[in-house]
């Protein structure tokens, strides 16, 4: 069964570095999102993505932010300058159409800013 | 703003015996309510969607229903496998998921 991949599955950096956290989404999917999750806390929506530009975003992604679809098959999540509190699990989800059709997860990547 | 509020927050349970979690919601035009199941270090996985009041979906010993304010995932007979996170999740007239906190089952052989 086709499945959202995500790399790395841990990514440790200092804090004020950037990031550059990775996904394939499903081949026939056309819009994609960015979710995160802060240890023990709900999933929060960032970013939906479509047609190569921004549909959606929550008052989370601020200008820190940023996602690109770079070739036919990757959708990355850029963090221009990390911050303690971006420590989070970062989910990777793709859609069929936007509404109504189930958002398909990627594992995640562990976002530990030191 | 979306709100969805799950119940219990935590649910221990003995192999075989079945129970309910529960997921309401306040959402202005609700396209779809959507169950999934999170194990530890993983991702949602998708189980169902829900459209409309009166729909009832399953799947194995899962069974969700909805109402205009609720949503009820049913464990039938649950296994030790089933133990889980089962995260409820609405989408309004936009593209984003709103999540409740989840209901962690274990279940106990």
């Known amino acids: 069964e086709p499945e959202v991949t995500q790399t790395p599955s841990h990514q440790v950096t200092q804090m004020g570095q950037e990031v550059i956290l990775r996904c394939v989404p499903i081949?026939?999917?056309?819009?994609f999102y960015w979710y995160r999750q802060i240890l023990g806390q709900k999933v929060e929506f960032l970013v939906s993505?479509?047609?190569?530009?921004?549909?959606?975003k929550s008052e989370i992604f601020d200008d820190q932010f940023s996602v690109e679809r770079p070739d036919g098959s990757n959708f990355t999540l850029k963090i221009r300058s990390t911050k303690l509190e971006d420590s989070a699990m970062y989910f990777c989800?793709?859609?069929?159409?936007?509404?109504?059709?189930?958002?398909?997860f990627g594992d995640g990547t562990r976002l530990s800013i030191l | 703003e979306d709100q969805v509020t799950q119940s219990p927050e935590a649910l221990r349970l003995q192999e075989g015996e079945s129970s309910s979690l529960n997921c309401s919601y306040t959402?202005?035009?609700?396209?779809?309510l959507f169950w999934y199941r999170q194990d530890p270090g993983k991702g949602p996985e998708f189980l169902f969607t829900l459209y409309s009041a009166g729909e009832e979906k399953e799947k194995e010993r899962l069974k969700a229903t909805l109402t205009k304010k609720e949503s009820f995932l049913h464990i039938t007979a649950p296994k030790p496998e089933d133990s889980a996170t089962y995260l409820c999740a609405v989408q309004a007239n936009d593209y984003k998921l709103s999540f409740g906190a989840g209901t962690t089952v274990t279940v106990r052989a």
């Open positions: 989800a793709s859609s069929v159409q936007y509404s109504n059709q189930p958002q398909h």
């Open positions: 081949s026939n999917h056309l819009y």
């Open positions: 959402v202005s035009g609700l396209r779809g």
């Open positions: 993505f479509y047609n190569n530009e921004i549909s959606e």
